[in-house]
């Protein structure tokens, strides 16, 4: 019966370890060296030679959680999908929050042509002024300065299976902005 007992508290110990949160973004910091499940968008990104960097909340350098993705991991390839680094669906990605206090990454950035064409292809958009469909279109430009994350939060993903599920971002409605002009101020 005691070893029976003593099975029963080490596996409940060990599937509290293994158990992990979902957090917002603004409160990773009080996660610091634990497990959690983050589910958002990418904002901005960088691709260079071992590493892709996912900037969420903010562009960088003023991001508020960063997400770095290791090329290779052994011979293994991360697959990761363009509708992600382009911010155009949530992901959830399940990791190890730290602060970053390595060296800055001074990497030439890797020329991903189709990363480049999907960035600068034409999205549609409504123009909230006159409320008129248009076309928004880009310029990829890579960084070339080095990436320095120190002292940033980060997760570091090294294996497919911290991957999840893609979701696709709500619409927007007008209520959801904040207002530029009003004119009955005037």
């Known amino acids: 019966m005691?070893?029976?007992?003593i099975i029963l508290f080490c596996s409940i110990v060990s599937f509290k370890a293994a158990a992990q949160d979902t957090v917002a973004h603004n409160k990773l910091p009080a996660y610091i060296s634990r497990k959690v499940?983050?589910?958002m968008s990418v904002a901005d990104f960088d691709l260079r030679k071992e590493y892709i960097y996912l900037y969420m909340g903010n562009f960088y350098p003023n991001q508020k959680f960063t997400v770095i993705v290791k090329r290779n991991d052994g011979k293994k390839h991360i697959k990761l999908n363009k509708d992600i680094i382009l911010g155009r669906v949530m992901v959830a990605i399940t990791?190890?929050?730290?602060?970053?206090?390595?060296?800055?990454?001074?990497?030439k950035n890797y020329d991903d042509a189709a990363i480049k064409k999907e960035f600068?292809?034409?999205r549609p958009m409504i123009l909230m002024m006159t409320n008129q469909p248009g076309m928004m279109y880009r310029k990829?430009?890579?960084?070339?300065?080095?990436i320095d994350l120190k002292g940033?939060?980060?997760?570091?993903?090294?294996s497919q299976k911290q991957i999840g599920a893609t979701y696709q971002i709500p619409p927007l409605s007008p209520n959801d902005f904040p207002a530029v002009l009003n004119y009955n101020d005037y």
């Open 152 to 158: 940033k939060l980060v997760m570091l993903v090294t």
């Open 2 to 5: 005691k070893i029976f007992s």
């Open 37 to 39: 499940k983050l589910v």
């Open 120 to 122: 600068e292809r034409g």
């Open 140 to 146: 990829y430009i890579p960084r070339t300065e080095p």
């Open 95 to 107: 990791g190890y929050i730290s602060t970053f206090d390595g060296e800055p990454d001074t990497t």
